[in-house]
Every structure is written in structure tokens, then in C-alpha cells.
């Protein structure tokens, strides 16, 4: 039976040549596809054979925060002028003509690192050649979007990891599974430790701008904790303390994290604050 805490929610951190790229207008998409070739013989009619000629992995990002010294890293052949003697904050792109120019040049690592995750869940394309497309509309209501397609070029054997990139073909004790080979059944079966999730707030009706404090009740010793407060707040303390600037009733959710597995308590309406 499958485990229903390993189904994963998308939003991420975007990390793009070590830094923060900041928050992003929806998810982030990926692609991974390939090309092949059918091996086929005079003697049959079906492909005996069939062969990988190309990949492709893209990830497809939508930025909404805007900052020029950050942006500059996906224009091909730009130019970037700040002023940090006279007018410090002030900056300028200059875009050029780019005919002729190698995106290759853009490449960099690019990280996504889910929210609430583990480093297993993070995807890292370990030389991404950023395309960027740009479509703002300056209206009252909305949000300025620019997005960027990285596309994943080869250098080395491996060009996109998923999961921790602290593991490496040489770590002492590692164990290398080829795709071909069988995986071992502990490493996806339910540990022999046992995780629960639960906690309390020490009250349930509160004024607004009056922190509560959260604890987590949990078992199992927790590598992580993650609080989702309601009201568009969150929290990776173990026990936070948390105040709500609006009247109105809250949903409180927390998670916690041990070896990939996860285990979530949500109360439904469980903070009404008042003025």
C-alpha cells in the first residue's frame, strides 16, 4: 500500500549560481524527456532494440521578484551599471545585440529545494543555461512575471541530480544501485521507528498582535519541524511563537520530517483572534 505522507506539495526555494532568487508567481515546472532510435531487423516486425539518442531536462521557472543586480544573470551579452560611491541602490541593465552569442556562457548550477523538505527532495540541474522570456503587463491588479527556462547541458557523466548532493560515488560507506539492479526493500519500507505528529497552543482564543506559543507534541525524535500558521506565515522552529495581525479563525498545520518520512496534524479552525 502506498504512503500517502510521501506525496509532496510543490512549492520551492530557487537557487540559481548560490543565490536566493527569491519568491517565484506559481509552481515551478519540470520536464524530462528523451529521444530514441529503433533497432529493427529484415527478420521482424517489431523493434528488437531501442536506444537512447538524446535528453532533455528542463525546469521552468516563473519569477516574480524583481531585482536588476539578480536579473542580469539571464541576459545574454547584457551589461549591468551600479552606483555604490554617490547613489548606492541605483542600478542599470544595458541590453546589447546578442546575435551570434552562446547561451553556454549563462550556465550555472541551479538548485530547487522544496519548502518543508528534505535534501532528498531537492533537484539540482549542475549546469543550467538559463532562457529567459519576459511578458509584463503594468496593470493595478497583478503580478510582473518574468520566466526562465533552464535547460540542463552535460559537462561530466552526471548533469542533474535529485535527492542529496551530499552523497557521492566515494562517500565511505555508500551503496551504488544501478538502475538494472534490485533496490533494497528497507530503503522504502516504513522505518522501525515511529513517528507521530500532534501540539498544542496554549490558547485557542486570542486578540490580535498577541503571540501564542506552539508546541510540538511529536514522537520519534523529528529531524525537521515545519508550522503552517494559516495566515500566510510559516515557521521551521520546533516551538514558535507566532501573533496574528487580523481578526478572523486560523487553520494550524504541523508537520515533521525524520529520514524522508513525514507526518502532518491539521486542526481545522483552531485560532479565532479578535480585535
Known amino acids: 500500500m502506498g504512503d500517502a505522507t510521501l506525496v509532496k506539495l510543490g512549492a520551492c526555494n530557487v537557487y540559481f549560481d548560490g543565490a536566493d532568487m527569491g519568491y517565484t508567481f506559481g509552481g515551478v515546472k519540470l520536464q524530462y524527456n528523451?529521444?530514441?532510435?529503433?533497432?529493427m531487423v529484415d527478420q521482424e516486425d517489431s523493434a528488437v532494440d531501442e536506444v537512447i539518442t538524446k535528453h532533455n531536462f528542463e525546469a521552468?521557472?516563473?519569477?516574480?521578484?524583481y531585482q536588476l543586480p539578480k536579473l542580469i544573470k539571464f541576459f545574454p551579452g547584457a551589461s549591468l551599471l551600479a552606483d555604490d560611491a554617490v547613489s548606492p541602490g541605483k542600478f542599470r541593465i544595458i541590453l546589447t545585440s546578442t546575435y551570434g552569442t552562446s547561451l553556454r556562457d549563462l550556465a550555472r548550477k541551479l538548485v530547487l529545494k522544496?519548502?518543508?523538505g528534505t535534501a532528498n527532495e531537492w533537484v539540482t540541474i549542475h549546469y543550467a543555461m538559463p532562457?529567459?522570456?519576459i511578458d509584463f503587463t503594468y496593470e493595478r491588479e497583478g503580478t510582473r512575471v518574468y520566466n526562465v527556462t533552464f535547460r540542463a547541458l552535460k559537462r561530466g557523466n552526471a548533469f542533474v541530480s535529485l535527492g542529496d548532493?551530499?552523497?557521492?560515488?566515494s562517500t565511505p560507506g555508500v551503496v551504488i544501485v544501478e538502475a538494472t539492479d534490485a533496490i533494497p526493500a528497507s530503503w522504502y519500507e516504513e522505518p522501525s521507528w515511529t513517528l507521530t505528529c500532534d501540539f498544542?497552543?496554549?490558547d485557542d482564543t486570542l486578540q490580535k498582535n498577541v503571540e501564542a506559543q506552539f508546541t510540538s507534541t511529536a514522537t520519534g525524535s523529528p529531524e525537521n519541524y515545519y508550522w503552517d500558521f494559516g495566515d500566510g506565515n510559516y515557521s521551521w522552529d520546533k516551538d514558535p511563537k507566532h501573533a496574528y495581525t487580523t481578526a478572523g479563525t486560523y487553520t494550524v498545520s504541523h508537520t515533521?520530517?525524520?529520514?524522508?518520512?513525514?507526518?502532518?496534524?491539521t486542526y481545522l479552525d483552531m485560532m479565532t483572534i479578535s480585535d
Open 34 to 39: 528523451f529521444d530514441t532510435f529503433e533497432k
Open 60 to 65: 521552468i521557472v516563473p519569477f516574480a521578484e
Open 200 to 202: 498544542t497552543v496554549d
Open 114 to 116: 522544496p519548502k518543508g
Open 256 to 265: 515533521v520530517i525524520k529520514d524522508g518520512v513525514r507526518r502532518t496534524k
Open 165 to 169: 548532493t551530499s552523497l557521492t560515488r
Open 131 to 133: 532562457r529567459i522570456n
